[in-house]
């Protein structure tokens, strides 16, 4: 199967700061997907993003398929943004496979 | 807020026991996927839902089943409870299947500690 990487695994940062959330795909996927999941567990979805760019306030989110990698920018980060980010593809209509995650904390 | 409910929020079992999970699906979506998040890794798809009728199942043991209502709603039951089954629980709907997905909306998910 298609294998995800997300890099990094544990990032920390300090309010105000600007981070890069990375996800690489072993293969040409369907459906590339940002979520959040905030430290009470609540999976939500930040970008449908298959490719070219997006943003949505404060995050932006590229994707290059053809080089089968996204990216997640997160800027003037705060404390309500700690969490983990995973990014996920769809598997044919099935369900989404989920990468292991970045976990990000920012501190105040 | 994603519209998808689950009970409970919490649940202590013992090992052998069984368990019966709940999820109301966003209105409108027919469609209901089931995962389960260990601790520190990303949710891992057990099966999915379509009007009333499985319709997908990841690498999980016959002793994980559902079931689908007519009101699309959906229910997880595990049986013989392991260890291993203390995870995050989510259920996640969508409008249709048949065909990619856009996304899916999750609910908060039901925190299982099988002891």
């Known amino acids: 199967g298609i294998q995800v990487e997300q890099s990094p695994p544990d990032l920390i940062l300090q309010e105000g700061a600007n981070s890069t959330l990375r996800c690489n795909f072993s293969?040409?996927?369907?459906?590339l997907q940002w979520f959040h999941q905030n430290p009470w567990g609540q999976l939500i979805n930040l970008f449908y993003?298959?490719?070219g760019t997006k943003q949505n306030g404060r995050l932006s989110a590229t994707t290059v398929a053809t080089e089968r990698y996204s990216l997640l920018y997160i800027s003037s980060s705060q404390t309500t943004d700690s969490g983990v980010y995973f990014c996920?593809?769809?598997?044919?209509?099935?369900?989404?496979?989920f990468g292991p995650g970045t976990r990000l904390s920012v501190l105040p | 807020e994603t519209g998808v409910t689950q009970s409970p929020t919490h649940l202590i079992k013992t090992r052998g026991q069984q368990v019966t999970l709940r999820c109301s699906s966003q209105?409108?979506?027919?469609?209901v996927s089931w995962y389960q998040q260990a601790l520190g890794q990303g949710p891992q798809f057990i099966f999915q839902?379509?009007?009333?009728?499985?319709?997908g199942r990841g690498n999980f043991p016959p002793r994980f089943s559902g079931l689908q209502f007519p009101n699309y709603s959906s229910e997880l039951n595990v049986n013989a409870l392991e260890l291993d089954d203390s995870a995050l629980y989510l259920c996640?709907?969508?409008?249709?299947?048949?065909?990619?997905?856009?996304?899916?909306?999750f609910g908060p998910g039901t925190r299982l500690l099988v002891l």
């Open positions: 996640a709907s969508t409008p249709t299947t048949g065909g990619y997905q856009e996304t899916q909306y």
């Open positions: 293969d040409s996927v369907n459906n």
């Open positions: 993003i298959p490719s």
């Open positions: 996920a593809f769809d598997n044919y209509g099935q369900n989404f496979v």
């Open positions: 209105s409108g979506h027919n469609t």
């Open positions: 839902y379509y009007r009333e009728e499985e319709n």
